[in-house]
């Protein structure tokens, strides 16, 4: 019942930047929050940020101040600009849904930080 779109990931230089896109398709109504987490290889998947509707958005500790999350909720869309990469922000990166419903999960973006 609908599903999560991401892209804009890629690989990029320590200091660089990328921004994420995440498009809802129509399926998923009722949405309560978008954000963005992500799945190092060999670590659990952590939470980056979070964008509640009509809410405060939060940060992970570790990108506050270099990534920023914003949203579109008339086109059911999360953005997730990354500034000042460093490698340990090298991971996949999932964007998710929260519904009344449950959680819908994107298929993930791979970014790479590497010199």
């Known amino acids: 019942q609908g599903q999560l779109v991401e892209s804009g990931g890629g690989l990029v230089e320590p200091g660089g930047s990328l921004r994420l896109s995440c498009q809802a398709s129509?399926?998923?109504?009722?949405?309560?929050?978008m954000g963005w987490y992500r799945q190092a290889p060999g670590k659990q998947r952590e939470l980056v940020a979070l964008?509640?509707?009509?809410?405060?958005?939060s940060y992970a500790e570790s990108v506050k101040g270099r990534f920023t999350i914003s949203r579109d909720k008339t086109r059911t869309s999360v953005y997730l600009q990354m500034d000042r990469l460093e490698p340990g922000d090298t991971a996949t990166y999932y964007c998710?849904?929260?519904?009344?419903?449950?959680?819908?999960w994107g298929q993930g973006t791979r970014v790479t930080v590497s010199s």
């Open positions: 998710k849904a929260v519904t009344p419903w449950g959680d819908v």
């Open positions: 129509r399926g998923i109504s009722g949405i309560r929050a």
């Open positions: 964008f509640p509707t009509g809410g405060e958005k």
